[in-house]
């Protein structure tokens, strides 16, 4: 296993954590989620690069794309979902 952290963007509060953590939770071979909202990282175990490329899609589609991707206002409104979605199932 490797422990991978990597930086997002659009990451605003403590709902926003919370669905980042359940998505990626449910990600065959991807363990040990954790969200840092005061440095916009998010940490995960996986075994390979197909792991991490599925990490990197999850994240663009609930509209946290990692820092230097693209960041489009689809995205950013997406973000706003996810992070409301978050904040109701906590």
Do not use: W
């Amino acid at each position: 296993m490797k422990n991978t952290t990597i930086q997002v963007q659009n990451l605003k509060c403590g709902g926003c954590a919370n669905t980042i953590v359940t998505q990626l939770s449910k990600l065959e071979g991807i363990t040990d989620v954790k969200v840092n909202n005061d440095t916009n990282e998010v940490s995960f175990n996986h075994a390979s690069d197909k792991e991490f490329e599925a990490v990197k899609t999850k994240l663009s589609d609930l509209g946290y794309p990692m820092v230097g991707e693209e960041n489009s206002l689809p995205k950013k409104a997406k973000s706003f979902v996810s992070c409301a979605v978050g904040r109701m199932t906590k």
